[in-house]
């Protein structure tokens, strides 16, 4: 592969899913192409957040969510841009199910200027049955030089 834009979207694909947050909850990063980004976060005692009905805490969805519109935006760029998350929006439709994986896919909407504009979604089995949905908005900063 000699495109220098298509190597830097796939090692930020690869690498993006692999933060120390979604290691260590046990998040498993795919990559389902440019604009797109997938994480699977299979269920554990360490993600609930009420012990008395084993529901997974909102944190952790809404940390994944983050994440997820995050990587999306990075599957995007053919260079190295920095860029943090500037407006997070969660809607809530419903508990996750006890015991079940939860998936989660973030989608780049558009990217401008200094800007970039996602969706994301958590669910179990179909995208059309949202356990919640993110629209998010990222920022651009710039990266300083090295010496």
């Known amino acids: 592969m000699s495109d220098?834009?298509?190597?830097?979207?796939?090692?930020?694909?690869?690498g993006?899913?692999?933060?120390?947050?979604a290691s260590k909850l046990g998040g498993i990063s795919e990559a389902p192409g440019a604009g797109r980004s997938r994480l699977r976060l299979p269920y554990s005692n360490k993600l609930i957040g009420n012990?008395?009905?084993g529901v997974v805490h909102g944190g952790v969805i809404t940390g994944f969510?983050?994440?997820?519109?995050g990587m999306s935006v990075g599957s995007m760029l053919s260079s190295p841009r920095g860029f943090a998350?500037?407006?997070l929006r969660i809607d809530y439709m419903k508990?996750?199910?006890v015991g079940r994986e939860?998936?989660?896919?973030g989608h780049c909407l558009k990217i401008a200027r200094e800007v970039a504009f996602t969706r994301g979604y958590a669910f179990h089995d179909s995208i059309d049955d949202p356990i919640a949905i993110a629209?998010?908005?990222?920022?651009?900063?710039s990266i300083p030089e090295t010496s």
């Open 4 to 14: 220098p834009g298509e190597l830097w979207r796939l090692s930020t694909m690869a």
């Open 16 to 21: 993006k899913g692999h933060t120390a947050f």
């Open 51 to 53: 012990p008395d009905t």
């Open 65 to 69: 969510l983050d994440q997820c519109c």
């Open 85 to 87: 998350t500037l407006d």
């Open 95 to 97: 508990p996750a199910q």
């Open 102 to 105: 939860i998936i989660f896919e």
């Open 135 to 141: 629209t998010a908005t990222f920022m651009f900063t």
